[in-house]
Nanobody, 124 residues
């Protein structure tokens, strides 16, 4: 089974940028659909974006469309989330996830493997 480790979180001012990494081990990410989710205290984990493979279409939640970009570096076996024009409402713990390429989507249950999360805090 694949293991996922996120990194790159931190504190940034509104309007700034961050790049999160999701490094995979034990299995290649080519075998998986991959996604990013985020969660704030007291709220359900919510979908940020996903794709079924590196060459396919990537789907984003509406509030991040045009500001966030998901891409993969297959040579590094790593998925990235490039975040620009960050807003205070983007503050959350961000998680990467992997699952069956045919079944990944916007729901938490669409994924089988999760990283431990990385905190992103956007100050106003």
């Amino acid at each position: 089974q694949v293991q996922l480790v996120e990194s790159g979180g931190g504190l940034v001012q509104a309007g700034g940028s961050l790049r999160l990494s999701c490094a995979a081990s034990r299995r290649t990410i080519n075998n998986y659909g991959m996604g990013w989710f985020r969660q704030t205290p007291g709220k359900a984990r919510e979908f940020v974006g996903y794709n079924r493979d590196s060459g396919g279409r990537t789907y984003y939640r509406e509030s991040v469309e045009g500001r966030f970009t998901i891409f993969r570096d297959n040579a590094k076996n790593t998925m990235f989330l490039q975040m620009t024009d960050l807003k205070p409402e983007d503050t959350a713990v961000y998680y990467c996830a992997a699952g069956d390429r045919l079944h990944v989507g916007v729901r938490v249950d669409d994924y089988d493997y999760w990283g431990q999360g990385t905190q992103v805090t956007v100050s106003s």
